[in-house]
């Protein structure tokens, strides 16, 4: 595990820009936290480093977002789900076209893939710090980690 502490949103938010541009087609990033804990920011800097300019809001009323980028940015927020099977609602259809981020991972249970990147971000003691932790359990994500200062 990596841990990492940010200090205000726009941190947060690169953060995840720098994660951004590692990422290819295929990967799956899956963010949890309580509300307000920054899952949405991070998120946003990960669209920007994949090369989107569009405005990135959490999808929590739609299921997910598609973003045009360098390379797609699929964003779901499974928050409004009490237990899903992704498999039937698609989820998986845009892996293969893009990067899948995932807010409320845990209302779908366990039927991520394998190599799916988990991070959890948390409150930290002072106003607008945040404590992100990457769990790292497959090659790719040591790969992924391994890229880019995380630390």
Not at 54 to 70: A, K, M, R
Not at 104 to 117: I, K, M, T, V
Not at 134 to 148: H, K, N, P, T, V
Request: aromatic share 10%; net charge negative; proline share 3%.
């Amino acid at each position: 595990m990596i841990k990492t502490v940010t200090d205000n949103e726009e941190e947060t938010r690169t953060l995840g820009e720098r994660l951004g541009k590692f990422l290819k087609a295929g990967d799956v990033i899956l963010l949890s936290g309580e509300l307000g804990a920054g899952k949405t920011r991070f998120a946003q800097g990960i669209a920007k480093g994949l090369g989107c300019t569009s405005n990135v809001t959490s999808p929590t009323f739609v299921l997910i977002n598609e973003y045009p980028g360098d390379i797609t940015f699929f964003h779901a927020d499974l928050y409004r789900l009490e237990k899903a099977d992704l498999d039937e609602i698609g989820l998986w259809d845009s892996t293969e076209m893009g990067v899948l981020v995932v807010e409320w991972p845990e209302r779908a249970g366990d039927s991520f893939p394998e190599n799916a990147l988990q991070l959890s971000l948390s409150f930290g003691s002072r106003t607008n710090e945040r404590l992100i932790e990457f769990f790292i359990d497959s090659e790719r994500e040591q790969a992924i980690l391994a890229s880019g200062d995380f630390k």
